[in-house]
């Protein structure tokens, strides 16, 4: 697949506001933030979507939910709650093609969410 701004990211060919690292993955601020506290946790290995995580993938993306609840927790976020979402293609909002788990908190959020755009499958 394509490289993305992430993989220069984990290069760190371009800079970002990292908050953990370890060698099958990274936690860093999003640039533009959706909550008070807004980190993205990718895998260094470069999958495009949820609908590429293979069979021997199954245990970095679980890997991805475990490093996202230590951020929350070294965050402060843990206990008040926080949501994790992963977007995939145009009808789920991704925008960069490399998974990435949202970690949203520090609020009150609202469920569900919605778009008022009129695109649906019909
Ligand atoms: P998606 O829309 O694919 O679910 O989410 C991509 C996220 O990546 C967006 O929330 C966007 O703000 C974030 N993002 C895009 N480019 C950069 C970047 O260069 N640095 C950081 N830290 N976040 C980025």
Redesign the pocket.
């Known amino acids: 697949m394509a490289d993305t701004?992430f993989t220069k990211?984990i290069n760190k060919d371009?800079p970002?506001d990292i908050l953990y690292e370890d060698e099958l993955s990274l936690a860093?601020?999003?640039?533009?933030p959706q909550a008070p506290v807004h980190f993205?946790v990718i895998p260094k290995k470069a999958i495009a979507t949820i609908n590429d995580i293979g069979e021997d993938d199954r245990e970095l993306v679980g890997h991805l939910s475990y490093v996202a609840a230590k951020v929350a927790d070294e965050l402060g976020i843990a206990e008040e709650g926080y949501r994790t979402v992963m977007?995939c293609n145009e009808f789920g909002?991704?925008?960069?093609y490399h998974i990435?788990l949202?970690v949203m908190g520090g609020k009150l959020l609202g469920w569900p969410p919605f778009t008022d755009k009129p695109k649906t499958l019909e």
Do not use: E, T
């Not at 860093?28 to 533009?32: A, G, L, P």
């Not at 909002?93 to 960069?96: A, L, M, N, P, T």
């Open positions: 701004i990211i371009i970002a860093f601020k999003d640039i533009n993205l977007n909002g991704q925008s960069v990435h949202h």
